[in-house]
T-cell receptor
Framework: ELKVEQNPLFLSMQEGKNYTIYCNYSTTSDRLYWYRQDPGKSLESLFVLLSNGAVKQEGRLMASLDTKARLSTLHITAAVHDLSATYFCAVDEYYQLIWGAGTKLIIKP | NAGVTQTPKFQVLKTGQSMTLQCAQDMNHNSMYWYRQDPGMGLRLIYYSASEGTTDKGEVPNGYNVSRLNKREFSLRLESAAPSQTSVYFC??????????????FGEGSWLTVV
């Protein structure tokens, strides 16, 4: 059974700090996705990582994928309040995505 | 471009009542999905349709039925609602072509309460 584990599940941090969210998974999939969800809203695609060593960056967020370690990271640089949200990773299993439980990120001014 | 549209946005049902959640996408996607999201949890797949004319069970299909009416539309039916089905339901689509590597696009969600 494919499992996707995120940690931490909750993170409170100060503006201006750096932090990393981790996503571990249990199969050999080489396709991983990061999504953002604001409270009461739908899910928004952030990154699609399609191969070992893939790195993508958008603003203060950078995602990477290590398929050998079965690990993806979402790094936040110099956090700002607007990045407060819940972040999900999901792993591709053919027609399905298997989702992590999400990391709730609160960034305090 | 509307993307993925689902209705209704909010619904309150009494235990035992039935209802259908409607979903339509205008992106010519082959694959469509129904997920539920419970507080503090990730998404759990209820049913999916890899292409028009096919449907398959996901992780939590019990108590639900689906219909892939055509390429655009994928509906979710609760035949006899139970309080355990209180949740937020998301429809999503993916494509075109092979699903791997394609982004999934989500609807706005349907908040369902069963009392």
């Amino acid at each position: 059974e494919l499992k996707v584990e995120q940690n931490p599940l909750f993170l409170s941090m100060q503006e201006g700090k750096n932090y990393t969210i981790y996503c571990n998974y249990s199969t050999t999939s080489d396709r991983l996705y990061w999504y953002r969800q604001d409270p009461g809203k739908s899910l928004e695609s952030l990154f699609v990582l399609l191969s070992n060593g893939a790195v993508k960056q958008e603003g203060r967020l950078m995602a990477s994928l290590d398929t050998k370690a079965r690990l993806s990271t979402l790094h936040i640089t110099a956090a700002v309040h607007d990045l407060s949200a819940t972040y999900f990773c999901a792993v591709d299993e053919y027609y399905q995505l298997i989702w992590g439980a999400g990391t709730k990120l609160i960034i305090k001014p | 471009n509307a993307g993925v549209t689902q209705t209704p946005k909010f619904q309150v049902l009494k235990t035992g009542q039935s209802m259908t959640l409607q979903c339509a996408q205008d992106m010519n996607h082959n694959s469509m999905y129904w997920y539920r999201q419970d507080p503090g949890m990730g998404l759990r797949l209820i049913y999916y349709s890899a292409s028009e004319g096919t449907t398959d069970k996901g992780e939590v299909p019990n108590g639900y039925n689906v219909s892939r009416l055509n390429k655009r539309e994928f509906s979710l039916r609760l035949e006899s609602a139970a309080p355990s089905q209180t949740s937020v339901y998301f429809c999503a689509s993916r494509g075109p072509g092979l699903p791997s590597g394609n982004t999934i696009y989500f609807g706005e969600g349907s908040w369902l309460t069963v009392v």
